[in-house]
Nanobody
Framework: QVQLVESGGGLVQSGGSLRLSCAAS????????MGWFRQAPGKEREFVAR????????TYADSVKGRFTISRDNAKNAVYLEMTSLKPEDTAVYYC??????????????WGQGTQVTVSS
């Protein structure tokens, strides 16, 4: 069992940047594929990015490709999401997840509580 907690969310203007962090409050990341998802009010949870166990392979949603970067540091039990060129449509609660086999949210076993990202126009 791994417990996750996100941080780094906040209010940023359009075109700005934020870096989200996900840390394990218990357990370790080393054996898990990790992902970031987001959910805006009235919308379903959507895939943002995922990263392999060793951090050598990454996958991004088309909507964030070229703007967001996912990375991990297994020694620190942490995964990150660097977000640049933010747009108002990026506004959502962002969730860190562990144990995924794909880009589908239901394939992940563990979830953090989420951190709010708000991008002003």
């Amino acid at each position: 069992q791994v417990q996750l907690v996100e941080s780094g969310g906040g209010l940023v203007q359009s075109g700005g940047s934020l870096r989200l962090s996900c840390a394990a409050s218990s357990g370790t990341f080393g054996g898990y594929k990790m992902g970031w998802f987001r959910q805006a009010p009235g919308k379903e949870r959507e895939f943002v990015a995922r990263i392999s166990r060793a951090g050598t392979s990454t996958t991004y949603a088309d909507s964030v490709k070229g703007r967001f970067t996912i990375s991990r540091d297994n020694a620190k039990n942490a995964v990150y999401l660097e977000m640049t060129s933010l747009k108002p449509e990026d506004t959502a609660v962002y969730y860190c997840a562990a144990g995924g086999r794909s880009s589908d949210w239901y394939q992940y076993d563990y979830w953090g509580q989420g951190t709010q990202v708000t991008v002003s126009s």
